[in-house]
Nanobody, 124 residues
């Protein structure tokens, strides 16, 4: 069992930056692939970014490519999402997800564990 706790959300103006963190419980964090997803009001949850267990492979949604960076620190059991050049359309609840596996995946069904989410609001 893995518990995930996101933090770092908040209110920011368009063009600003935020860094989300996701702290994971357990001693086998390095064996988990991790992902970030988001859900805007009235919309379905969508993929944002994913990272392999080693951090060597990453994937991004086209809408955030070049602006967001996913990274992980296995020694701290934490995955990060650095978000730059934020836009109002990035406003959503952001969720961290984890599953056993080595290869990063963008498919929600591949993830077994989810955090409670953190709100990101970007004002215009």
């Amino acid at each position: 069992q893995v518990q995930l706790v996101e933090s770092g959300g908040g209110l920011v103006q368009a063009g600003g930056s935020l860094r989300l963190s996701c702290a994971a419980s357990g001693r086998t964090f390095s064996s988990y692939r991790m992902g970030w997803f988001r859900q805007a009001p009235g919309k379905e949850r969508e993929f944002v970014a994913a990272i392999s267990w080693s951090g060597g492979n990453t994937y991004y949604a086209d809408s955030v490519k070049g602006r967001f960076t996913i990274s992980r620190d296995n020694a701290k059991n934490t995955v990060y999402l650095q978000m730059n050049s934020l836009k109002p359309e990035d406003t959503a609840v952001y969720y961290c997800a984890a599953s056993h596996g080595t290869i990063a995946t963008m498919h929600q069904g591949d993830y077994d564990y989810w955090g409670q989410g953190t709100q990101v609001t970007v004002s215009s």
